[in-house]
Each structure stands twice: as C-alpha cells, then as structure tokens.
C-alpha cells in the first residue's frame, strides 16, 4: 500500500470513528431528551388527576385536612416541639462535643462516627420522628460531624419514640403493654444492628474530612435559646405541611379506587402467606403514612403474630410521609438520601423478621396492663396534655444541656 493510500485509509478510520462517536452521543441525547419527555409527561398526568380527584371529592380531601390538623396540633406540634428545640440546644451550646468526649469509645468501635454524634442518637430514639434527622442535620451544619458521618448517621437514628409505640401502638391498637416494650425493643436493636453494618460507609472519604473546616464556637445559652425556639417552630409547621398533605393524599387514593385496587394485587402476591387484599391495604397504607398505618392494625387480632411483624415493619420504615419530612431537612445540607432511604428498608425488614420469629414462641396475649390501661388515651390527648408529656420527658435533657453548656463555657474561658 501507497503512503498515499494508507493516508486515505487512516483519516477513513479516524472519520468512521468520529461518526460513530457523534451517532452514540445523539442516541444518547436523543434518550434522555425521551426519558425527560415522559417523566414530564408522567408529572402533568399525575398533577391533572390529582387535581381531577379534589374537585370530585371536595369533601372528602376538606374531611382529611381538617383530620391532618387536628393530628398536628394535638400530638405532632406539642410532642416533638420540645425535642426540636433541644437539638438546637444541645448541639449550638457544644454541648454535643463536650457530652461526646466520654461517649468516643463506645461511638467510633460501633458506628465509626465521632463522640460528638451520640445526642443524635440518644435524640433519634426519644424524641420520635423525625428528630435524629434534624440533630444529625444540626450537627453537620455546626461542623460537629463530618458528611459521611452524618451519613452513617441518618441510616439508623432516626426512630420511631417510646410515647407513640408504648402509647399508640402498644396500648391503644393491641391493648398489651408487653406488646409495646417487645416492639420497641425490637425496632431499637434493629436501628443499632443497621447501624453498625453502615459503620464502614465511605470509609476511605472520611479522612480528609477530618480537618471540619467549618467548625463553630459554641453560642451563648441566651441567643442559641432563641435561635433554638425559632428553629423549632419552622420545623414544626414544616413537618405538619406534609402530615396535612399526606393525610389528604391517602384520603384522595382511597376513594379514587387506587389503594383497594394496589391493594388486591397486594393480597394476591401475599396469599401463600395467608394475607388478604385487607393485610395488603393495611401495609400499603403504613408504606405511606405510619400513624394510619399502624392504627389500620387494630382490628386484625386474629392472626396476632403476623399483626405484630407488620407493626414492626411500619415502625422501622416509617412510611413516605416521615421521608419527606427529612428529606426536606438533608437537602438543604446536599447529603446523599440514599444510606437513610436503605437503613429505614433495612431496619424495616430486620425488624419484622425478628417480631416473627419472637412472635412464633411468645407473644404477650394479655389484657390491658397497668402501663397499658394508663396510656391508652394518649390518641385523645389534646395539645396541653400532650404538650405537658413531652416537656415532662425533655426537661431532665434540658436541664443536662444547660450543665453542659455552662460546663463549656467554662473550659472556653480557660483556654
């Protein structure tokens, strides 16, 4: 061959290549631009329908509203505003850092995260819903945790509280304290096994973070106070934003026919387990909103052990609605949903195994008990008694965070 012609035939070559880069691009683009056109599309179906099902059931979607608000203000707003606050608290008087310094060696061999991030987890489990979140969330900002431990955070301290899985779940739909202490025991030790299979989370990350560039001097009680309280109330009415929308959204898939008919399918797939299209409609209920989902359990005491496994699940996802409500913190804060969304779906599932494999030996079948009968009442309770079992509940913390705070300030002024 001529130099000529293997000229010719290597710019050929090179021609050929570039075509077919330039057609693997185009088809490329030419996929996303239609993977964009029918998530566009998808959204405006959706939109019209929903818009469609509250024109035709005005009543029904202005029935759920108003049952959403009364759910905030009667148990959302008073049972998680203290704890709202006292995140701020601890975590802006560096109360957190002087509380992590006896905690650094229980916290790294466990979860691999610094002392600093134990009152995220000592809040996610008191506190209830979504409060681990916000204190994880807290802490990063503050630069008191690194991202990939807030990371490693948010897949297992974000937990269902004692007063609504005693009071709520416990009590008022299966009527058993024990019922109530073996759930929480159970969704506890499946958040702490969660926890410490993400222990190793971006490992390799983290060392360069180390340095938190943007680590604060902790505040003054007096302004952190205020900021803490201004805090609170934002987070509140933002929670209680999704409790409205999704209460009316599970109202709207109801009456349009969308949750029986998910809900037969359910029951279909679930039937060599021996659950029905009713056992389908109570976990898809639970996937999108905890508190109706765990209530729909109450009249399923036939099959007891299989109640309690559900139970389990729902506690340990928490449902769509409680997503949300975090989501709309860790966006903010740009940190990767993807660890919490599979700690939740692992702790879920951890738990409903181990409430079934209990449940086949012992399950507590017993009439209401002392604990049981005396919180029954806690779905009745109104703002001022709901309000007055939280601050009960968050004052021996408050009064901790002072200490430490003082404590803090102190050692400030020494060094």
């Avoid at 819903?129 to 916000?134: H, L, N, Q, R």
């Avoid at 955070?153 to 009590?171: E, R, T």
């Avoid at 959204?249 to 026919?257: K, N, P, S």
């Avoid at 299209?277 to 999108?288: E, N």
Wanted: glycine residues 10%.
């Amino acid at each position: 061959m001529s130099p000529t012609a293997a000229v010719l035939a290597a710019e050929a070559e090179l021609c050929d290549a570039r075509t077919k880069k330039w057609s693997e691009v185009t088809l490329e683009m030419s996929g996303r631009v239609t993977r964009e056109k029918i998530y566009d599309a998808a959204v405006i179906a959706a939109l019209a329908a929903a818009v469609a099902a509250l024109t035709a059931h005005t009543k029904q979607s202005v029935d759920a509203a108003v049952e959403g608000l009364k759910l905030c203000f009667n148990v959302i707003i008073p049972s998680l505003f203290p704890f709202f606050a006292l995140s701020s608290l601890v975590v802006d008087t560096g109360a957190a850092r002087r509380l992590g310094k006896p905690l650094r060696r229980v916290m790294g061999p466990l979860f691999n995260v610094g002392g600093g991030c134990a009152p995220a987890v000592v809040l996610g489990f008191i506190g209830g819903y979504p409060v681990g979140a916000k204190t994880v969330m807290s802490l990063y900002e503050r630069g008191d945790c690194s991202r990939a431990e807030a990371e490693r955070l948010l897949s297992f301290c974000n937990n269902s509280g004692p007063a609504f899985i005693f009071g709520v779940v416990g009590a008022g739909v299966f009527s058993s304290g024990a019922i109530g202490l073996l759930l929480y025991l159970i969704h506890t030790a499946a958040s702490l096994i969660v926890g410490v299979i993400f222990r190793n989370w971006k490992k390799r990350d983290a060392a360069p973070e180390r340095a938190r560039a943007t680590e604060q001097a902790p505040a003054r009680f007096a302004p952190a106070l205020v900021a803490a309280v201004k805090s609170a109330t934002q987070s509140s009415l933002n929670i209680c934003g999704f409790v409205i929308f999704f209460t009316v959204l599970i109202r709207m898939l109801d009456v349009t026919g969308v949750i029986p008919f998910v809900s037969g399918l359910l029951g279909d797939i679930f039937e060599p387990l021996g659950f029905d299209s009713g056992w389908g409609r109570r976990l898809l209920t639970g996937v999108v909103e905890l508190s109706s989902g765990v209530w729909s359990l109450k009249g399923a005491a036939s099959k007891l052990t299989g109640s309690v496994a559900m139970a389990a699940f729902m506690l340990g996802w928490a449902g769509l609605s409680v997503h949300s409500q975090v989501l709309s913190f860790i966006s903010a804060g740009g940190l990767s949903a993807r660890t919490y969304i599979a700690g939740k779906l692992l702790q879920g599932g951890i738990s409903a195994v181990a409430a079934a494999l209990i449940g086949r030996f012992f399950i507590a079948v017993s009439p209401a008990s002392g604990l049981a009968g005396q919180v029954t009442a806690f779905t009745e309770l109104d703002f001022f008694g709901a309000g007055l079992i939280s601050c009960v509940c968050a004052a021996p913390l408050f009064l901790l965070t002072l200490r430490l705070a003082r404590g803090t300030k102190k050692s400030g002024r020494r060094d």
